[in-house]
């Protein structure tokens, strides 16, 4: 207990020492905390982005479509009786199914042309699956049947579309035989989905099918669910029960698309960075502590000279360094709370900000993006500052503590 | 490759597909007429110089290049300052790029081949249809009407169901003394009418008619025209073994 008063003692002594010390200790764990934010909104809109406007919950599929699926081929279609197959209607959780029919076309406006995603789509079973209702900022959805078509705001505006100008889209059937789809301009939607936004076009189903010659043939059945959690179970009983008839059919979750791999091996690499800033932050606490023992010197020497024995001296050291740590680590996690408040709430345009574009980056995420709040990355950051400090502390204080007194206090 | 030998001769050239099989099922006047026209435009192995000049508003691009065809294998190497050393290379149904700034070869699959080659109105897959229309249309005679000043007849060829072709239907006028497709209209199975080649200018090589001048357009896209000269053409050549391979293409 006397050392440790005597620690805490010289930690309010050498006030400035330690002020600047837990500042730097603050400082790292700081900017730990919000990197650990960033990453974690970043991953989190990407997933809600990727759930929200491309993949949903689930994906019912043909196996071998699976396998060549960034293609879009027009084969290996799923027949129409999947969408009304018992066994996907009584999924516990279910939200909404929605049937699609994707293929590659180059939308033309008469002057230039672009390649894009179409989607044939049911639109009141589209809507329950993907949020896009609420992102019209112009015009309006369509029905079936008609021979109109939503699509990105950026997409109308590369093309310079408005509502009501009609569209040619140059697709190949079945057969690898050109066709059009000529429609109306119905909607024009902005998400955060950059994809939405500059590469999809949605038209009515019925009409897709038609120009296509897949029948009633679609790519895909997409599966909203209460709650992404529920993903995981759902797939392995849906699968089952698509096992038992026919072996064809895969179910795959969110998080078994490559999106989603390619977004999490992306944050492991980023948080490997993150693991390097860590490294030098507990360099420079190492270089603190070290500084401060040499800084002592003759003190160590005269706690020697009045009989304190060297492990005394060490214990002493090491005390006083993680103290340092702790009121560093405390307050580094108190500024990283505020600041992922600050993050939670107000989010940050890097656009805006560096005229950056996330998708560039393969984060498919536009506009804002908001800190993510992770309790266990501040208990994380607080032991690594006291734990850090603690043991970069034992190797100096047992120098010093060996050194001669008479040595020590003249500095040699 | 089966679209540009019905398309255009002059085409065939250059992308080197040079085996228009114009051929029908069961008319026998519209038979007869494509086998007269195979026998101008049909060539197995030939080495031309081409240009092609390519027109998208007021942008105006020429590019020329060297090409080889024998049988289903053809290359086309860039000549022009701007594309110098880029080169295709078709073998089979296998269609390669090479850029010779990124050192690569790049095989163009998928939906890519639906694009204009090197930005012209002739697509990637027109140079990759195979030469098999007999399978794949039947062709009927619909007419007579003056191209030019010159008499053609009128065929109209529509694809044979479950066929894998690009185009389900196609005009063409055929000069009725010189057999040569003066005219072709390319439509999407919708009806819409996709492209127009025009065949402006033809040569005679001993008994043969040949086109060297026309034009493709665009129809889905406004003011866009590919005009495509044959320079030069020598029918029949000895073309190396190796010229067709990869390794070549590099």
Redesign the interface.
Known sequence: MLFIKLALRNLARHRNRTFVTSTIIALAIFLFILMDSLIGGMTDMSYATLIDYEFGHLQIVNRSYWHEKEKLPLKNLLPWETVNHPAVRNISGLKGVSPELEFLGRLNNGINELPVVGKGIIPNDFYKVYPLADQFVEGAEFALGEHKAVLGKRLAELLKLDIGDYITILVKDKNETFNTIDAEVAGLVHTINPNVNSNYVYLPLDVVQQALAVDESISRLIIRLDEKDLAHKASRDLQGEFSQNNDQIGVYPWHEIEAVSVADAKNAGIRVMLGVILLIAAIAIINNVILAALERMPEIGMMKAMGLEEKEIVYVFVTEATGIGVLGGFSGVILGALGVGVFRRVGVDFTTMMDLDMAQWGIPVLGKIYGSWSPITLVQGFIFAASASFLASILPAYWAARKDPIQAIYRR | MRQISNVCAALLCLIFIFAPVFTTTNAMDAEAIIRKRDQNEYVNTAAADVEMVITS?RRQMTKTMTSYAEGDNALAVFTNPRDRGTKFLKRGDDLWMFFPDAEDLIKIS??ML??GMMGSDFSYQDIMESDKLLELYEFELVGEEKIDGRLCYILEGI?IP???????RRRSWVDQERFVGLKEELY???G?L?KVLKVNELEQFGERWYPTASVMEDK????TRTEFYVKSIEFNPDISEDTFTLENLR
């Open positions: 508003g998928g939906h639906s694009q694809a479950e066929q894998e072709v690009s185009y389900y999407a199975r919708s819409r996709l889905l896209r406004k003011d």
